[in-house]
């Protein structure tokens, strides 16, 4: 049975994942489907963010008994959690003509609602694709704080310059949600991927369509996903 901790908080697809961040693919995008985590680390009711199809819903009461989450204690004793879980639904094998689905757990945290975030001007001028790497505190209250750029990568490697400016500014305007420890709001920490892509600066002949960590981003010697506190999506532990 896997375990994962609700508060090591990620929602972002790693630098494998990249190619499917830049085109079409047989996966969903992420849903946030709000859960409450009772004080055995089980998932005990499931309220959805977003309309879901059937087929998603079936998917995700097939899959939600396994998963199994650590489990918050006040005072030393365990306590529900309401969180809100980032899974994706892909095609598995037809049986009999009729095609089935599974949920993939991405991570989880306070519901985020992004909304669009302009097109960088430096990266616009030029015609420059990146994915922003982000790490945020969405606090008590609502607000998002502590803004930081994990990694940045963009095609060909291109410098972002004060690209971040313009991230920061429009992530702080989000409207979230806060994660629910017996019926409290808490801060909590969460990855993000921020996009700007121009079909035209993607070379399809190269790995990850061409995009490399930016000359200039934080964390330039090593993929994301081995940067310390990235949150990687493979569970921390299995029973």
């Known amino acids: 049975m896997k375990t994962f901790h609700v508060v090591a908080l990620v929602v972002a697809s790693l630098a494998s994942g990249m190619a499917h961040a830049i085109s079409p ?3 969903s995008d992420p849903y946030q489907i709000q859960v409450t985590v009772d004080t055995s680390g089980h998932i005990s009711s499931i309220l959805p963010e977003q309309n879901m199809r059937d ?23 365990p306590v529900p959690c309401t969180t809100w879980i980032r899974v994706k639904f892909s095609h598995a094998s037809a049986v009999n003509g009729v095609s089935d689905y599974v949920a993939e757990y991405i ?10 975030i302009s097109y960088p001007p430096h990266l616009y001028q ?26 940045a990568w963009t095609s060909g490697g291109k410098p972002i310059g004060d690209a971040m400016q313009d ?12 994660m629910l420890v017996d019926g ?18 993607l070379d399809k002949s190269k790995p990850d369509f061409g995009m490399e960590i930016a000359g200039d981003s ?12 990235s ?3 493979a569970p921390l532990s299995k029973n």
Do not use: M
């Open 25 to 27: 693919s047989s996966v």
């Open 55 to 77: 087929e998603y819903i079936q998917a995700l009461k097939k899959a939600a008994p396994q998963w199994r989450f650590a489990v918050h204690q006040v005072r030393g004793k």
């Open 107 to 116: 991570g989880n945290g306070p519901y985020i609602e992004p909304t669009r």
């Open 126 to 151: 030029w015609r420059i694709s990146a994915i922003f790497y982000v790490r945020f505190v969405v606090e008590p209250t609502g607000v998002i704080d502590n803004v930081q750029l994990i990694q």
């Open 167 to 178: 991230v920061t500014k429009g992530i702080v305007r989000w409207k979230t949600k806060p």
């Open 184 to 201: 409290r709001p808490v801060s909590a920490q969460i990855i993000e991927p921020v996009s700007f892509i121009t079909e035209s600066s």
């Open 218 to 229: 934080p964390n330039s010697g090593r993929p994301i996903g081995n940067i310390p506190e």
């Open 231 to 233: 949150g990687a999506v």
